[in-house]
């Protein structure tokens, strides 16, 4: 089993990887970091690569197993962390939130909710400092 967490280049993002490396050290497991973009876009927004291959070998040099999954299939992140937490067979779930207006729930949806809804497994929520 793993633990999966769904990752962005944003300070929220971060959060949930920090947190999901100590939850994985503190465990004795491995870590599935998934980057999601659904392209166009949200690719170039979201496709700093570099970065996160950098933040993927430090969490390797600190002993915690990291597999590191970037998807561009036109799928919302949370389907593709569902999906991932289904074939893993994962114990937890970890996001990053950040607060949105009600406008901006209704119109962009919210990512956050469908995984704490759907999820096959708990979710630990991060709120970034």
Known sequence: MAIVVGYVPTKEGR???????EE???????????????????????D????????????????VEVDLRSLVRGLEPA???????????????????????PVGKLILGSNAQRILLDAPCPVLAVKAD
């Open 15 to 21: 959060a949930a990887l920090a947190r999901a490396a």
């Open 24 to 46: 994985a050290k503190l465990r004795s497991t491995s870590l599935v970091v998934v980057n999601s973009a659904r392209g166009g876009r949200d690719l170039a927004e979201h």
């Open 48 to 63: 700093d690569v570099s970065a996160l291959e950098t933040l993927v070998s430090e969490l390797k040099a600190d002993g």
């Open 79 to 101: 389907e593709d962390l569902i999906a991932i937490a289904e074939e893993i067979n994962a114990d937890l779930i970890v996001i990053g939130l950040r607060r949105r207006t």
